[in-house]
């Protein structure tokens, strides 16, 4: 059965760094891209990034509202996806999902996620 | 990057109803398009894959169509646990990985 949970949210500052990591299991963690989601209170859904298998090179790609503040990075030996989140602002308050991006799938949805990590930031 | 319209942004509807949810691109997207099914505190699930391919598990009430600009889900006959917020998205542009506003079902 394939899993990801997602952990390391909380209350943060302004200004400080949080990280997030996005355990998987059930499949091979390896060959999949990771993609990071989140949604702010009473808001829909925003992509946030994703990073490639490392046989597409482990690229990244982000949104831009987080360009340059987020970080996502992959230990493929312990099939964990991490978002490294500095600089962090108000605006930033969500819930933050990650989820399989199926680029052997037609469409490449975001076919399974976890259950989300709230995380908070307020002085 | 490419936008995602969905209409209407609610709407409410009795159990046995048939229900149309519109997306829109503002531009094409070939069949790159995903749907989503999300309940309150739950995390987003899958429905509907490259357009109008059903997910594994998924009931066969849940339909889509559409291709290029104009995306279409369609629920034949509603049921209760079928109250919840709906997204579309498209994965045809990198790196922006868009979704739709949303739409949210609601009990008449």
């Known amino acids: 059965e394939v899993q990801l949970v997602e952990s390391g949210g909380g209350l943060v500052q302004p200004g400080r760094s949080l990280r997030l990591s996005c355990t998987a299991s059930g499949f091979t963690f390896g060959d999949y891209a990771i993609n990071w989601v989140r949604q702010a209170p009473g808001k829909g859904l925003e992509w946030v990034g994703f990073i490639r298998s490392r046989a597409y090179g482990g690229t990244t790609e982000y949104a831009a509202s987080v360009k340059g503040r987020f970080t996502i990075s992959r230990d493929d030996s312990k099939s964990i996806a991490y978002l490294q989140m500095n600089s962090l602002k108000t605006e930033d308050t969500a819930v933050y999902y990650c989820?399989?991006?199926?680029?052997?799938?037609?469409?490449?949805?975001?076919?399974?996620w976890g259950q989300g990590t709230l995380v908070t930031v307020s002085s | 990057d490419i936008q995602m319209t969905q209409s209407p942004s609610s709407l409410s509807a009795s159990v046995g109803d048939r229900v149309t949810i519109t997306c829109r691109a503002s531009?094409?997207?070939?069949?790159?398009l995903n749907w989503y099914q999300q309940k309150p505190g739950k995390a987003p699930k899958l429905l509907i894959y490259a357009a109008f391919s059903l997910q594994s598990g998924v009931p066969s009430r849940f339909s889509g169509s559409g291709s290029g600009t104009d995306f279409t889900l369609t629920i034949s006959s509603l049921q209760p646990e079928d109250f919840a917020t709906y997204y579309c998205q498209q994965s045809y542009s990198t790196p922006a990985l868009t979704f739709g506003g949303g739409t949210k079902v609601e009990i008449k």
């Open positions: 989820s399989r991006l199926n680029t052997y799938a037609s469409g490449i949805p975001f076919d399974y």
């Open positions: 531009q094409s997207i070939s069949n790159y």
